[in-house]
């Protein structure tokens, strides 16, 4: 007879069997919290933070808004030029702020919410399936299928094998081993910290991220403005946004001249101008009929109207000197800047 099997014979084998159930216990334990923490966070963010509890159009508007606090020409560019890349950032931010800042109170309590609950699963289902068990004179295989089972909407276990402890019989005694091994557990848990959770596998600016970019990244062909379908793929529905930007803030100028474009695509599509569907392109397309420069162009809905965002017109105004050294192009002749946009701020809402 080995060591290990003296060992395990009788109440012994209860006493190795509730070590490592509660190894593993603890794994899982310390995984539930962090994972369910970390849903709990992206959930009530969803609810009741301003950004996040609105529709697509309600979000880009707090990205702006927090674009024109910032003041910074870079981030203004890579977000024109990678919307998803700029809202990932904004949400990440958003999110640190909440849980670190603003509302880390709240998002401690949670924690702690998630520790109790834990421990009170393990609790119940180790009462549970000891009662069955010993009811049913059942065997350990038995009382792991049960106990696991009883686990399992809150927390998962790894497979634990039964092998060498048919012998345990006494299930009253194991569960008082396991019993004592849960204060230990608790203790693990109620050191989780919030950091931790933002690092663990349910990330809550990632299940954010997962939610709130899951849809139509595509960018007005004259404005770069995006699209605020909330449907990744929506065709044969065409592209749309209720406000578009002044051309040149994508880079659109004049040919053959450096004079960027001021207007505003909405306006452009009412007008008898025309443009070229790229760069290197020798026919030009009447604005009016803008859909039969190609795909990138018909795939798009853009309405002719005069809602001019001011805030686009305090961007340029603001950036002028930017935007001039970003593209090598001018805001004069047909693309003077109107000198009463120089009037709008930041803050202003049409
Ligand atoms: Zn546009
Ligand atoms: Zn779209």
Redesign the pocket.
Known sequence: MSKKENFCKGSSSAVVFGEIMCEKLKVSAVEAVCNKTGVDIAGQMMCSFPAFNGNRLNLEKHVLASLAEKEDFNIFMTYIQNPRAQVEAFIKEQVKEYMFMTQKVKAQNILKKNVEEISRVISQALFEATEKVKKEEGDIQMWVEEFSSKLKPKLTLDTVSCQNFSDINNFEFLKEEIEKGLKSITTEMSKLSLEKVNNCRQKPDQILIDQLCNCCWE???????VCTNTLKDHSPEKHS?PF??P?GV?GWHVRGTVDLVID???TLVASDRAFYADAGSEEAFPFKQYPTAGEKYAS?S?TADASMLAYWKWFICHFQNELEVYYDLKFQGSGEIPQHWKNFSKKDKK
Not at 219 to 225: D, E, G, Q, S, V
């Open positions: 960018r007005c062909p004259f404005c770069a403005a946004v578009h930007r051309s994508e505003f695509c909405t798009w853009i």
